[in-house]
């Protein structure tokens, strides 16, 4: 397609014939304004993906469920992600960008609504669902909105402030729980949540102006039923591994089961986007993967997602069972990395525009594998602060692979491809996040039960550490990427 709308300062839209030209050196205020409510309503929407992770405990106690059921709350939410998120590309190219962000914010706003009422886990379970579908359309449409509006050189600043909602949002999640914890019960982290959600849906409603084109493009049903099972058989899988069930130890049948049903529906669903994509109508064009610099940032986003979600989820676990430490302490000794992944961000964003990748991810990949290392040396001894300052450099560490990852996959991608190629890295890092919290959740309990839960933690972190090696691997191979200029039309 080489036509382009653009927005006007009154929020019409002008087409333009001929190849897509460059975005204009400056950002105009109104693309900081759609910038800026989409930025704070995804970092809203991410935040609520961890938020539920200090209170798995208590809501075990108080709706009497066990602790693999109510892990589903965290898995099922990131599950649901990965599965809608495939279809973001379709939905991003077939309806306008205000029609994008009311059904995101309207998705996540009614969940956020049905979960601070609901009486039971199967309800709570369903309004975190919900949510999720919400919460998966709005990453995709923040990058997509940043890569049409924002120019080359400014882009690593912007996805710097991009890498705050992404890594922080989830890194301060256990930290606002832990304060809602302390003096509400736990239906006030939905209640708090609400007015937030509601007035964003409000602010963009009045001001989000159409960015892009709407195209005709047909939804290949088969395509979005394969996600199904391709992504929920693998992480299914992956949280089951290990059993640990009524005694056993190893991988039941039905764990492998669901892993065999994932990889080959997966291996389906990728030769059937193969095919489509010689009739142009693919649910997810796999087309960006053709960019190296793309693939090799999309495998760094995957084990540095692994590595954030499984900190995320074993850090409250180790200081709660092993330290016995309250919600609220929790929250607290989390807090310093989640602000300093924040602070970091934009910084981080803007020297990337300088120096490129690879002294940032080169950098942050060495302080990713040392941080988990001595993550899993610690005892029912080991001092708080030491552990502050080891999720500090985690977060250090994952901060300077962010922004890199993001940027240098997407920038060489041309206009056509931008909606897929930010589905794309949104799949995998949910998938990815979604899986790491599984293995290792798996490997912690498996290992507690024989030999206690200090070796539990001890080797799930040590996994955890053995993967982030792969990031060393694959950072020492980001190159600097050019954007696609006036000469790349978009198809």
Known sequence: MSTEVSPTAN????????AKPAPPEKISRESVTVIATLLVATFVVILNETIMNVALQRLMVELQVDAPTVQ??????MLTMAVVIPTTGFILQSLSTRAVFMLAMGLFAGGTAMAAVAPGFELLLLARIVQAGGTAIMLPLLMTTILTLVPLAKRGAVMGNVSIAISVAPAMGPTVSGLILQHFTWRFMFVFVLPVALAALAIGA??????????KTRLDFPSVLLTVPAFGGLVYGLSQIGGGHGGQSGP????MAALVIG????AVFVLRQVRLQKAEAPLLDLRAFNFRMFTVSVLLMVVAMMALFGGVILLPLYLQEIRGLGSLETGLVLLPGGLAMGLLGPVIGRLF??????????TGSILMVAALWQFSMLDDGTSVAWIVTLHVGLSFGLALLFTPAFTTGLNPLPPHLYSHGSAIMSTTQQVAGAAGTALLVSIFAVVSTTSGLVAGMSAAFLTATVIALAAVVLSAMMRKTEGTGPGHAAH
């Open 11 to 18: 929020g019409q839209s002008v087409q333009t014939q001929g």
């Open 72 to 77: 589903w709350l965290s898995t099922g939410f």
């Open 206 to 215: 009045k001001y989000l102006t159409n960015i892009g084109e709407v195209e």
């Open 252 to 255: 039941g049948a039905g764990a």
């Open 263 to 266: 990889v080959v529906s997966l």
């Open 353 to 362: 525009d300088k120096v490129g990748p690879l002294p940032l991810t080169v």
